[in-house]
C-alpha cells in the first residue's frame, strides 16, 4: 500500500551540516558544490535549525532591498535559519510526510531515529516523485491485471469469449433475467462432420475453418447477443431479453453464415462446412437446463441430417 511505504526508503542519508556561526557566504558556496537544497545546522551535535535554498532567496531579496548585498552583510547562518526545524521519523509513511510538507508549506524534512538522531532529510520533490512512481506502477500493474484478466476469457484459436467467459456472463444474464422478467435464450452449434474436415485437410486448415466459422458467426450478432467457444468445434450463442423464436433465428442467422462461407468439405454428403444447432430460451430457467435443452435439440439436428437448428419447445422440436 502506497501510505505504509516509509520515509526511510527514500529519504537521503547524505547530510550537510554546518555550524550557527557559519558565514552566509560560505553556507552559499557549500550548498553549490555539494549540490544540496538545504543545510543542516548543528550545534554541539544536536540540530538546531535548517537553512534552504528560500530562506536564503528571502535574505539576499531583503538585504538587496535595503541595498546591502555585500558579503559583510551576508551575516551567519543562525540569523537566517528556520528554528526548530519539523521533522518527520524514519518510519512515517510517505504519504504522512506528503501532508506535513503541504500543511506547513515546507519542502525539506529532516529525518530521526527512534532515539532521536538525525538521520536523513527528505524533500517534498523527493517524496512526490516516489509517489508518482509508485502511482505509474501500480496503474501499469493494474493494467497487466486487466489484460491477464480479458486474455483468460478469450479463446486463443477463435478469438472469441471461451467457456470461463461463458460461464460468468450465462450467470449474470439468467440473473438480469429473473430480475427483468424477461426472457434469455441461448444456441448450442457444432460443426459437421469436423473429424473428417480434420482428417482430410490437416488439423492446421481445421484450425483456420474454426476462425472463419467463428468470424462469420459473429457478423450475425445483434447487439448484446454473445459468441463463446463451448468446447471444441462446439460455440455457443448467448442472447440476452430473446424469447424461443428470437433464439431460433439467431441460431438459424449463425447457421445460414456459416454455409455461405462455402468452405468446401469434400467428406461431408453436403460438400461445404455447415453446423448443427439447437436453441432454447426462458426466463426462470436456471442457464445449466437452457443448455440441457439445447443440447437435446442439437443431437436431434445432427440425427435429423445435419446443417440445421431445432428449437427446444414445451411441447416437440420444431425445424426452421
Ligand atoms: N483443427 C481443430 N480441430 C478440433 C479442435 N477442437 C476440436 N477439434 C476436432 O473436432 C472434431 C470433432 O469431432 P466429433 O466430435 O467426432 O464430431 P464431428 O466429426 O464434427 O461429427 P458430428 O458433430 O457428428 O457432425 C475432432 O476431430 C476434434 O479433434 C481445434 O481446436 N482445432
Redesign the pocket.
Given at each position: 500500500m502506497l501510505q505504509d511505504i516509509p520515509i526511510a526508503q527514500l529519504m537521503s542519508r547524505r547530510l550537510t551540516c554546518v555550524a550557527p556561526v557559519e558565514t552566509v557566504q560560505n553556507a552559499v558556496n557549500i550548498m553549490r558544490n555539494r549540490g544540496v537544497s538545504c543545510l543542516l545546522v548543528k550545534d554541539d551535535g544536536r540540530m538546531v535549525g535548517i537553512v534552504t535554498e528560500r530562506d536564503l532567496v528571502t535574505h539576499f531579496d531583503a538585504l538587496l532591498a535595503r541595498g546591502l548585498l555585500d558579503s559583510a552583510s551576508l551575516g551567519v547562518v543562525s540569523a537566517i535559519m528556520a528554528e526548530q526545524p519539523v521533522t518527520v521519523h524514519y518510519n512515517d509513511s510517505l504519504v504522512a510526510a506528503l501532508q506535513t510538507c503541504l500543511a506547513k508549506s515546507i519542502r525539506h524534512l529532516p529525518v530521526l531515529n527512534d532515539a532521536g538522531d538525525l538521520v536523513g532529510v527528505v524533500t517534498q520533490t523527493d517524496i512526490v516523485r516516489a509517489y508518482a512512481h509508485i502511482l505509474e506502477r501500480q496503474l501499469a500493474l493494474e493494467t497487466d491485471n486487466e489484460r491477464l484478466k480479458t486474455l483468460s476469457l478469450v479463446d486463443p484459436?477463435m478469438g472469441i469469449g471461451n467457456r470461463r467467459a461463458m460461464e460468468r456472463d450465462l450467470g449474470h444474464t439468467q440473473a438480469a433475467a429473473k430480475r427483468t422478467g424477461s426472457a434469455y435464450g441461448l444456441a448450442l452449434l457444432?460443426?459437421?462432420?469436423?473429424?473428417?474436415?480434420?482428417?482430410h485437410y490437416g488439423?492446421?486448415m481445421?484450425?483456420e475453418?474454426?476462425r472463419a466459422v467463428a468470424k462469420a458467426i459473429a457478423a450475425t450478432l445483434r447487439q448484446g447477443d454473445r459468441l463463446y467457444r463451448y468446447g471444441?468445434?462446439e460455440l455457443m450463442l448467448l442472447l440476452p431479453d430473446t424469447d424461443e423464436q428470437g433464439a431460433l433465428q439467431a441460431a438459424e442467422r449463425a447457421r445460414a453464415a456459416v454455409q455461405a462461407l462455402q468452405l468446401p468439405h469434400v467428406e461431408s454428403p453436403l460438400g461445404v462446412l455447415t453446423l448443427?444447432g439447437g436453441a432454447a430460451a426462458g426466463c426462470k430457467e436456471a442457464g445449466d437446463s437452457l443448455i440441457s435443452h439445447a443440447d437435446t435439440c442439437l443431437y436431434d439436428a445432427?440425427e435429423a441430417g445435419?446443417n440445421r437448428v431445432l428449437l427446444y419447445e414445451s411441447t416437440a422440436p420444431s425445424t426452421t
Open positions: 484459436l457444432d460443426i459437421d462432420w469436423f473429424k473428417r474436415y480434420n482428417d488439423h492446421q481445421g484450425d475453418a474454426l471444441g468445434e448443427s445432427k445435419r
